[in-house]
């Protein structure tokens, strides 16, 4: 298991390197080519806001919890020794699935039920091998973050995404003029250091290749965004009970309701700061389901607050 996590660190690694020598590249080798001081200060300006932009999604995405099931999920010590002595497993679990909010159900219209985390998966829930967890709305396990993709870091990687897109044109729309000169041999350049002209040249090319990998794949998640589906359920439509043939958009509240359901609203939808909306293991289905279960969900916060409110009363008295 050791050796497994040292082995899934390496991608995490190889990004990192790549970054901070286009971050040498740019900074340290491009500006000894830039004649004017005034063009070294814009450049550097922007470069850095890309550069801060992108590394601190990158990290809030390899960091970031993706999201853990809820405990009233699992099963007591007491249902678990009932479902091992049970002659029917499925009908128990279906007992266990009446009194939590789940709809999907597997192929055969039974209890998703994971054996490995001994709960029953809330819906959009998977387990994932590498991570040894069930995840809320998993998404898929992304190697070059070396964490899953779920409802509590989908915003940071998409926005990761993004700001990738970003820093990757950014380095490649200014290094491109440069790059070129140093290609056709441009007298100037001549008295450049050679590892400076080399750098130049490498930086270029990689940020170019990195953009067009990255932006493709930003495209393809802004699009499972704006119809509410996560990779995993364009591979395999979610099945519900009572439903024979599987929906195709089965939680698509409208584009605008979609993303927002990711990003939030307000001015911090493309921060790296947590802004999604939900619960991560209860989802709409349609806009009256959204304003029922918002309505739901202040009712539970407020009295859960005013529990807070009377514990705190007892105790002053």
């Keep these: 298991r050791y050796l497994q996590r040292v082995i899934q660190t390496i991608p995490v690694i190889i990004i990192s390197a790549i970054v901070l020598w286009s ?3 740019f900074v340290i080798s491009l500006c000894h080519v830039l ?27 390899i960091f970031s919890d993706p999201g853990s099931v809820p405990h009233q999920f699992y099963l007591t010590a007491l249902e678990r020794e009932t479902f091992d002595r049970a002659s029917d497993p499925r009908e128990f679990l279906e007992e266990v699935a009446l ?28 387990h994932c091998s590498l991570c040894r967890r069930c995840v809320l709305k998993m998404d898929h396990h992304c190697p070059w973050i070396n ?58 090319f990689v940020a170019t ?21 996560s990779a995993l359920e364009m591979g395999r439509l979610p ?23 990711v990003y939030g609203s307000g001015p911090l939808v493309l921060c790296p700061i947590h802004t999604s909306r939900g619960t991560g293991w209860m989802f709409p ?21 005013e529990d807070n409110v009377g514990s705190g009363m007892v105790i002053r008295a």
């Excluded at 990738?164 to 008295?191: G, K, M, Q």
């Excluded at 289905?285 to 607050?305: N, P, V, W």
Aim: glycine share 4%; charged share 20%; net charge positive.
């Design 99 to 126: 009194r939590l909010p789940v709809h999907e159900c597997t192929l055969s219209n039974g209890v998703r039920y994971c054996e490995v985390c001994m709960c029953v998966k809330p819906d959009r829930s998977h």
């Design 35 to 61: 004649p004017e001081p005034g063009l070294k200060v814009f450049y550097l300006v922007v470069y850095h806001v890309a550069f801060i932009a992108f590394f601190a999604s990158y990290l809030r995405a």
């Design 147 to 204: 964490n899953c993709v779920g409802y509590n870091n989908y915003k940071f990687f998409v926005v990761f995404l993004f700001y990738s897109s970003v820093y990757t044109i950014t380095v490649a729309l200014f290094t491109a003029p440069w790059a070129v000169y140093i290609w056709n041999r441009v007298p100037e350049l001549r008295t450049t250091p050679e590892l400076d002209r080399f750098n130049i040249m490498v930086v270029f």
């Design 285 to 305: 289905r349609d806009r009256a389901e959204r304003t029922d279960m918002r309505r739901l969900l202040e009712i539970a916060q407020s009295d859960e607050d």
């Design 23 to 25: 971050y040498y590249a």
């Design 239 to 261: 099945r519900f009970r009572n439903e024979p043939i599987p929906p195709n958009n089965a939680y698509d509240i409208g584009c605008l309701g979609n993303c927002r359901e």
């Design 209 to 229: 290749m990195f953009f067009i990998a990255v932006s493709g794949l930003w495209v393809f998640h802004a699009f499972l965004t704006a119809s509410n589906k």
